[in-house]
């Protein structure tokens, strides 16, 4: 889900799982929060757009959309996008905000894409990849939809900031799951994410089948600076979140242009 705010800074440990992330319950809150402040705004989608470079005519699938922020901005530079995501409402207000320049879906990432073999340049999957505990199946899924030569740009939590809020501390080798209520305009939603050692991240990616160019950890636009002058500090000098380029190889077989 883009947008997705740092464990850390959002949340207290919660041992309660119902209605966890359902981001129905709370979509307006959530996009509201998320639309201008720095750890998103300043941070989190500068980040993927300077990754994504220049996307003028690219068709691009922005996976885990929410309401919206990453596709408009990547349509405004140009690209040609379609938006994916589970909740309905953030697709809502996704609709909302884009009008009809950008095809929306209601799609689970833990299901077959409703897309044909090759038919993106690039997909953009914005702090997601860290609600699933198993990424292969999803990876395959994203691996097909890319044409070869295609990208997928991918960020999630660090995962030594997700292994260091942990008490106790898990092992860090394994795969675990961590759980904490989300706050926003004084409403809370139960949270779930899965934390996997780095080297199980860069595993998944080449099982799918991608070759990695790019691990980021890339530091907030400085033009936040001003707007948030002791959070821009906090954020600047440690990890926050994790980013990933990985291309489909050019003679890959099994996509179309």
Not at 1 to 11: D, H, L, R, V
Request: a negative charge; charged letters at 20%.
């Amino acid at each position: 889900m883009e947008g997705s705010t740092n464990a850390p800074e959002a949340a207290a440990q919660s041992a309660d799982p119902v209605g966890v992330n359902d981001y129905d319950s709370f979509a307006e809150a959530y996009s509201a929060e998320t639309e201008n402040n720095l750890v998103n705004a300043y941070y989190a989608r500068p980040a993927m757009l300077a990754l994504a470079g220049d996307v003028a005519g690219r068709r691009i699938l922005d996976a885990g959309c929410g309401s919206g922020p990453l596709s408009a901005a990547m349509r405004d530079r140009g690209a040609v996008v379609t938006g994916i995501d589970a909740s309905a409402r953030m697709l809502e207000l996704a609709r909302q905000r884009l009008g009809d320049d950008v095809a929306l879906h209601r799609v689970d990432l833990s299901d077959r894409l409703p897309f044909a073999d090759g038919a993106f340049d690039d997909v953009v999957a914005s702090l997601v990849l860290h609600y699933l505990e198993d990424w292969g199946p999803t990876l395959t899924e994203l691996r097909r939809v890319l044409k070869p030569g295609g990208r997928l740009i991918a960020s999630v939590d660090h995962p030594f900031v997700a292994y260091t809020i942990q008490e106790p501390r898990p092992d860090y080798f394994a795969t675990t799951s961590y759980s904490f209520d989300w706050t926003f305009n004084g409403q809370s939603a139960p949270m779930t994410f899965w934390r996997k050692p780095l080297h199980a991240m860069t595993d998944a990616f080449t099982a799918a089948g991608f070759r990695i160019t790019t691990i980021s950890e890339p530091q907030p636009d400085p033009a936040a600076r001003e707007l948030f002058p002791e959070a821009f500090h906090g954020l600047s000098t440690k990890a926050c979140f994790l980013f990933f380029v990985v291309e489909v190889p050019p003679s890959a077989k099994g996509s179309e242009d």
